[in-house]
């Protein structure tokens, strides 16, 4: 039985997760919510899902969630704890009787919960980014300190870990990270300009949150996971590459020294990562419906194109060049997609505004988690500036 916290519980990872913990409830239960403003949705989780401890971002939402639940049918008596702000998402987490979190707030504020789960020597079921790019080395560092261990959910990584297993890991050569090439795989780089924010968030097989929806149509998220996956398996940015399969079956591959290469496959559903980091390393019975083999099917893989996709490149060079540069690189993006989203621009200037960035603020090597806190502050206030210098030629959806 597992005993579970789960941050971020109202997006596309959280209510993935709570739907594989009510499809095995004899192995999971709910000790801890953590939601940022979505109240309606959080009470509803309450409501199912009985945890002992709940907190949102602010306190309004707060006073929504005091309000629905006196209007439910639930005793007082029987309410979780509940609390706002930044300690309440540390708070969350270190309950002894919390044996695993699943990491899955969007953004830097998923960062300092995580840390802290981490220095419990928890089970981390990681989704959210900015772990591992913006505190990849103070997080690595803690892991290994106190022996927590970190099980990725994101469906790549999560296909690297499974990979990983079958073999020794000193004959890993390669790994190989997939990539469904996003809504413009094929539109020709000149027509990128006046791409409209409507049409970079329909991705093609993924249904995910806003940001990393955005980061897939410029291949950041690729980069991301490429600096995650240095992290996560200690590879050099070298060794790993990312090939574009639309199809997103193949979730990674890992390529022995022989030339061998082991592949993942499975359902492209965020419920089998998440399922496998909970009850890791056994197995259990599938929640999404498996592959039939008996249909025909067509699997492609190409190369990425690094010159219309400049952020996979950018990504490579933050992560070789160490330092605080992959901390400015998510900042400057959240902040440019940000601006994009809401028309303020076009999407080339995205990673014009993180190139610049990385440029304009100094990189350093953090020392704890409240100087990574503070160089994103730093890198968003850059952003900022430059996103609002291009208010010229905004595009809307
Ligand atoms: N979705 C995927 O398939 C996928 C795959 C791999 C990795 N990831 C990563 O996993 C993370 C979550 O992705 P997502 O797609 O689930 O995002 P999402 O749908 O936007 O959900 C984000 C969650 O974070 C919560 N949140 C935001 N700010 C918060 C704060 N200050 N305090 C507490 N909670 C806060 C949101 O709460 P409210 O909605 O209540 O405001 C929501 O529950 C991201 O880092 C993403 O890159 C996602």
Known sequence: MKTLSVLGSTGSIGTNTLDVVRRNRHLNEVYSLVAGQNSAMLVEQILEFRPRFAAVATEDAFAQIVSSLANSSLPRSEWPELAWGDQARIDAVRAPEVDTVISAIVGIAGLPATYEAVRLGKRIGLANKEVLVSGGALVMEAVREHGSELLPVDSEHNGAHQCLRAGNRAQVEKLILT??????RNT????????TPAQALNHPTWRMGNRITIDSATLMN???????ACWLFDFAPSQVDVVIHPQSSVHAMIEYSDGSVLAQVCATDMRMPIQYALTYPDRCEAPVPKIDWRQARKWEF????????????LAYECQEAGGSATCTLNAADEIAVEAFLQGRIGFLAIHEIVQETLSRVRSKTPRTIGDILEMDRASRVCARELAAGRLASPVTA
């Open 188 to 195: 020709p780089r000149e027509e990128l300009a006046s791409v």
């Open 179 to 184: 990539a469904s090439g996003g809504p413009f």
């Open 302 to 313: 190409q190369p990425p194109d690094f010159e219309k996709f400049p952020l996979l490149k």
């Open 222 to 228: 690729k980069g991301f996971e490429v600096i995650e």
